[in-house]
């Protein structure tokens, strides 16, 4: 180790004689056999990007040298890419850290102050995680009087790297395309990364809307962490336009949560900003507050914190989006970025350590309110579970689990909003508990809205998100065990038989379970109508979608089947049903024309400039996490390669695609010949304008001319018209196939776009459409809800031998809409099965 730092201070003194003064003007003292990130990495602060691995292996390096610094690894990404976080303190700290930490989670006031900063979850907004470089090297280096006051007085959480999967993909998209000299045109390919650029994870998803809804490991290992500390403050360093300036907190005041207790907002909030301004100031840069970005949402990295009694910051810097660009002022460079984020980490380590008793004050404030929230609602608790669907209810409640929130099994039956649920199917959420705040958030579908432009979604609410029967409680209950462990649904046994197998679709991993069958060469079928037969002699009812497995027509021996069916019990947990006869009590027979076999899905997507990415992500996401089925994904560019004839279904998600007649031709000549085309969004639109189906859009009213208005209010005057994200309710027929599974015919559905569907003209083609008054939570313009209202939400219309399938909406929204991500895989799977009665018995 002594070798390796000489060799550092021998080689690089050059590099790093100018840096010091640019980024810490007012340090005075470091230790020496601390190396810096310039003598560490080569290269000066500014110049490069630097990868996640030697960020990672920096703080590892610092971790060896200094008593100060210790790193923890708490997971990995799907890129498997290490995720860490430094803890850093003083020795004497570190020798009773986990106390420390015990009596943080127990509110102590007389231990040092817990703080997180968290950089770059935006993978393209790199200068922050250089940022984290040289905060990192300032705590483990400095000998002033002040830091060492930080380092008795506090614990410091540093997670340098939120995205690391988006930040690589981003870093070496810069570095390829940097010039020597650098180039400052913002038309020069450095600043226009291809898509789908960095900003996003693996999957393309934004994870900066992750932290509540959990569906990726990032976000998983990261809110883990943080319940594992429970941070008083809490940063989130991200960029944005490159000639705007920097932002930080307080926000547009008008978009803060109404049920975070105010004190946050109105007092902590500009305490702070003075910090900021003081740190901003020594350095002449320019700065705003107030005019932007929400608090409303409890997802962000920013906000989470706000929902547990600490306080996040929110900063924006303006991005060189590369090494140096050109402004409207002068040129941006990322040092200049990278030295903006770190003057605002360290003012928000002083803020903090400056700040301590109002911190102590906003937490206890926080909780008290809760419990005044709580008593001063009718509502005693929340109540919930779909007995024929355990997985999308484990989900939920592991959800749940992950924020902390306590449930419990319910101790009794009891009846509420119409609906019965029962004792040891069901479970139990009591608002009075300590993450009381976040309960509400979980559950309730309304908040109040100052304000009708939004930054992101205007409701958030999961019950809905999983399509949960649930309902609010009034009255005392009785509650039973507490769940404190992520439920896995259990496998259950099955006895072989010699005829045949039934298998209820109503379960959300029942996709999966199919195409694990069709992966064992299984030949899957299905009823399209409903029947009754006896299952160990007792009469049971069997719904529409049914999966029916008859031994005898496979093309696999009765042994290899009854292996395949239990291999996908132990994978998913779904129940078979093994039988000994196909003639029902009700409904049809087992032989009929109605029982239709399910064609082994292979899809293609379209993906590339003017795709919607995040919207393609879920697709690719949906299918391989949870399905454990490829989908080819296919850049527009090379589209006329394609051979649609490979493929059973073509995924269109929201984007702008071509019009060329020779596209347009291989598309149409497809569906003729039997192809599934299933399109979302504007790719319905597309599809509608470009004649690939005779459905029809609802053309909006342009007679009326609009009443003058100031240009000021130009931006919120539109804004308010933008549909946000709100839950809407649809009625399903649940006897088309893309309807099959469900049990109840109103839907909630997620809805953050400006198609509408007119309902078909065809009585049977409409297979989910908007109620007349749909909104369930959530802000929408008044002239859009007359638009929305009694609006198709899916179509079916057949085409030639094949079909389009037309959602306008998105039913897989950021991963989280378990309730209806099985519209979309019915589309999928069934969508050869959709289309109007021919001949009895054809296929």
Not at 52 to 72: A, C, G, M, N, T
Not at 225 to 236: C, K
């Amino acid at each position: 180790m002594r070798i390796f730092l000489a060799a550092l201070l021998i080689v690089t003194p050059l590099v790093v004689a100018a840096q010091p003064t640019y980024f810490y003007p007012s340090a005075t003292t470091f230790n020496k056999t601390i190396p810096t990130p310039e003598q560490f990495l080569g290269y000066a602060i500014g110049t490069h990007h630097t990868r996640h691995d030697k960020i990672v292996e920096y703080f590892k390096l610092l971790d060896q040298l200094s008593d100060r610094f210790v790193v923890e690894e708490i997971g990995k990404t799907i890129g498997e890419r290490v995720q860490i976080v430094a803890k850093i303190t003083s020795p004497s700290n570190h020798a009773r850290l986990d106390e420390i930490r015990k009596k943080n989670l127990e509110n102590s006031a007389d231990i040092p102050l817990i703080i997180q900063l968290g950089y770059n979850v935006h993978g393209n907004e790199p200068s922050s995680s250089e940022a984290a470089l040289l905060t990192a090297y300032y705590l483990a280096a400095s000998e002033d009087k002040e830091t060492l006051q930080w380092l008795n007085e506090m614990v410091i959480l540093l997670d340098p790297v939120y995205n690391p999967d988006g930040r690589d993909r981003h870093s070496h998209w810069a570095n390829m395309h940097k010039g020597s000299p650098f180039v400052a045109d913002p038309l020069d390919r450095e600043h226009n990364e291809a898509w789908p650029g960095g900003r996003t994870n693996h999957y393309w998803f934004d994870l900066n809307r992750d932290w509540f809804l959990g569906v990726h490991p990032e976000s998983k290992n990261r809110v883990k962490f943080f319940h594992q500390w429970r941070p008083y403050v809490m940063t989130d360093h991200h960029e944005m336009g490159s000639n705007s300036t920097f932002y930080f907190d307080p926000g547009k005041y008008a978009s803060n949560n109404p049920i975070v207790p105010p004190y946050l907002y109105d007092v902590v909030h500009p305490k702070f900003a003075e910090y900021f301004s003081k740190g901003m100031n020594s350095i002449g840069s320019m700065y705003f507050t107030e005019e932007a970005f929400d608090k409303l949402y409890p997802g962000y990295g920013s906000s989470y914190v706000n929902f547990y009694g600490g306080i996040g910051f929110l900063f924006e810097q303006a991005s060189s989006r590369g090494h140096l660009q050109e402004t409207t002022t002068i040129p941006i460079s990322f040092a200049f970025t990278i030295r903006n984020h770190f003057t605002a980490s360290l003012a928000t380590i002083r803020g903090s350590i400056g700040e301590k008793d109002v911190l102590r004050k906003l937490r206890q404030n926080f909780f008290t309110s809760a419990l005044s929230q709580v008593k001063a609602s009718p509502i005693k608790g929340y109540v919930f579970g779909e007995t024929k669907d355990a997985s999308r209810t484990n989900a939920f409640i592991n959800l749940l689990l992950m924020h902390e929130i306590e449930v419990y099994e319910l101790g009794q039956s009891i009846s509420a909003n119409g609906k019965t649920f029962e004792k040891g199917k069901t479970y139990i959420v009591p608002t009075e508990q300590t993450n009381y705040i976040m309960v509400r958030s979980a559950f309730e579908k309304d908040i109040t809205y100052r304000d009708s432009t939004f930054y992101d979604a205007s409701t958030w609410s999961l019950v809905h998100a999983f399509n949960m029967p649930h309902a609010e409680v009034r009255n005392p209950f009785i509650k039973g065990n507490q769940v404190k462990e992520a439920l896995i649904k259990k496998s259950n046994g099955i006895a072989k038989s010699n005829y045949g197998y039934l298998m209820d679709i109503s379960d959300y991993q029942a996709h999966k379970a199919i195409y694990q069958l069709q992966m064992s060469d299984v030949m899957v079928r299905t009823s399209l109508r409903p029947f009754t037969l006896a299952v160990n002699n007792v009469p049971q009812a069997f719904p529409h979608g049914t999966v029916v497995l008859s031994v005898q027509q496979q093309k696999i021996d009765a042994d290899r089947l009854y292996a395949a069916i239990k291999k996908v019990i132990d994978a998913t947990g779904i129940t078979f049903y093994p039988i000994e006869t196909g003639l029902t009590s009700v409904g049809i027979d087992l032989g009929s024309g109605s029982v239709r076999t399910v064609n082994t899905p292979k899809a293609l997507m379209p993906i590339g400039a003017g795709v919607a990415a995040s919207e393609a992500g879920e697709v690719w996401h949906l299918l391989d996490q949870r399905i454990g089925m490829p989908i080819t994904k296919v850049d527009l560019q090379n589209f006329s390669r394609a051979n649609l004839n490979n493929y059973t279904s073509l995924v269109m998600v929201g984007g702008t695609y071509p019009t060329d007649k020779p596209t347009l031709d291989k598309i149409k000549t497809w569906i003729q010949a039997g192809g599934t085309l299933i399109t979302l969004k504007t790719a319905s639109e597309w599809a509608i304008k470009q004649g690939l189906t005779k459905e029809k859009l609802i053309v909006m009213d342009t007679i009326k001319g609009p009443k003058r208005i100031n240009f000021e209010d130009a931006a919120d005057t539109e804004g308010a018209k933008q549909i946000g994200g709100s839950i809407f309710q649809v009625d399903l027929d649940l006897t088309n196939p893309i309807g099959f599974g469900f049990n109840e015919k109103k839907v909630s559905i997620y809805r953050n776009g400006r198609t509408f569907l007119q309902p078909s003209k065809s009585p049977f083609n409409t297979v989910a459409q908007y109620s007349a008054n749909p909104l369930i939570g959530g802000y929408i313009h008044k002239s859009d809800i007359k638009r929305v209202a009694n609006s198709a939400a899916i179509l079916f219309s057949g085409e030639g031998q094949g079909r389009v399938i037309l959602f306008s909406d998105n039913p897989n929204f950021r991963g989280t809409w378990y309730g209806t991500n099985k519209l979309f895989l019915n589309a999928l799977f069934f969508g050869s099965l959709v289309s109007l009665p021919t001949n009895f018995g054809e296929e």
